[in-house]
């Protein structure tokens, strides 16, 4: 372990509150009951085993305010929790370790005027073939992941998220985002540029500002940013990168 480098646990998890924010979304199963709860406790209780100085989530930089506020009012006994899991993982474990607040790092504008939808359009309607293994593609994981949530817990179905082959599969349908053009209309480069990688960056660039060589960072944010996040931390020579499999499996 490099000790002047930030400690840091990246977790990568679905969205919890079907917020329908991902390129193809689960339908996660009401998490605010019964042995869910227990579930997420006991994922609460093994993120603390990692001891983390400071909690990064998946929500705006600029409303950090409001989520400070809503962290405070959770303390003091005034907030209901929702499904979110920057809820039921950040909060609650942020609240059991003493934090003092809870940080937002989030980045998320439209740059440009091709969106996920025109380079969706494009897809189906000029390269056909790309646009069905891509949904294909797609449709499997939700699949996937509905059969998963019947038999495994939450624990279990955020090990398979965090798992390397996992992380991979859900880079490659970027990767075919980025075939989404002839060569003069790079349509879906145009997207993974502008927004897709401009925005992971900027997530890293904000983790490396509300951290220090001193902190250990639990980032709790969607799957499908692991690979990038993961990359832009070990090529910035400023982080030490741990095993969720250490702290979960």
């Known amino acids: 372990m490099n000790s ?50 400071k909690i990064a989530v998946e929500r705006l930089a600029e409303q950090g305010e409001s989520l400070h506020k809503d962290y405070q009012a959770y303390v003091a006994g ?39 939808g025109h380079v969706l359009t494009h897809a189906e309607d000029y390269f056909p073939d790309l646009y069905k293994k891509l949904h294909s593609s797609g449709e499997d994981g939700v699949t996937d992941f509905q059969k998963a949530q019947e038999k495994l817990s939450i624990r279990e179905l955020l090990v398979g998220a965090n798992d390397p082959h996992q992380i991979q599969k859900e880079q490659e349908q970027y990767m075919m985002l ?12 145009d997207w993974l540029c502008n927004y897709w990688y401009r925005r992971n960056m900027i997530i890293y660039a904000n983790i490396e500002r509300v951290s220090t060589k001193n902190d250990r960072v639990l980032v709790i944010y969607g799957a499908g940013h692991l690979h990038l996040l993961t990359q832009f931390m070990k090529e910035s020579g400023l982080f030490s990168l741990n095993s969720v499999e250490k702290y979960l499996g």
């Open 4 to 53: 002047y480098k930030r400690e840091v646990l990246l977790l990568g998890t679905y969205h919890m509150a079907n917020n329908g924010l991902d390129l193809f979304n689960v339908e996660a199963e009401d998490v605010l009951e019964g042995e869910r709860q227990q579930e997420i406790q006991e994922v609460v209780d093994r993120l603390k085993q990692f001891n983390p100085t």
């Open 78 to 116: 005034n907030f209901r929790l929702t499904a979110n899991e920057i809820h039921q993982l950040g909060f609650r474990t942020a609240a059991e370790l003493g934090h003092d607040q809870i940080y937002s790092v989030d980045w998320n504008k439209q740059v440009g005027d091709v969106g996920l």
């Open 178 to 189: 980025a075939r989404v053009g002839d060569g003069e209309n790079n349509i879906g480069i």
